[in-house]
């Protein structure tokens, strides 16, 4: 299963006062994943492909995960996730992106829960 989805066009191209242009140039390199971390993503990515075709439908925008730093949860949206899978993958730093604003946390759940769906619908 795969999806073209691409990210919008920067709104901010072209324009003299963009606020990226206060940020150095240079690109931060990421140190290269083993062959290891490199399946785990794949695997991931799939799964999380899996999961937005099974739950999107049922109202189930994202993941909602504890952030180890702050203790709180944090909200991820398919697409965004499918995103930052992609850029790890190809070595990218992930693409920047805004957290949606004042989540539903109804609309959000944890990870395991999407395996154990998944695992429950290939039951039947």
């Not at 989805?5 to 290269?32: G, I, R």
């Not at 999107?56 to 909602?64: A, I, Q, R, S, T």
């Amino acid at each position: 299963m795969s999806f073209d989805w691409q990210m919008p066009k920067d709104p901010f191209a072209d324009d003299d006062f963009d606020p990226a242009s206060l940020f150095d140039d240079e690109e931060e390199q990421l140190p290269p994943l083993s062959d290891q971390e490199r399946e785990q993503i794949k695997q991931e990515l799939q799964f999380v492909y899996q999961f937005r075709a099974a739950l999107l439908p049922k109202g189930v925008m994202g993941v909602v995960a504890i952030c180890e730093e702050c203790q709180e949860e944090h909200y991820y949206d398919w697409d965004i996730m499918i995103n930052n899978m992609r850029a790890t993958l190809a070595g990218e730093l992930s693409p920047a992106h805004e957290p949606s604003m004042n989540p539903n946390p109804n609309a959000y759940v944890p990870w395991d829960y999407c395996l154990g769906y998944i695992d429950g619908m290939s039951r039947r």
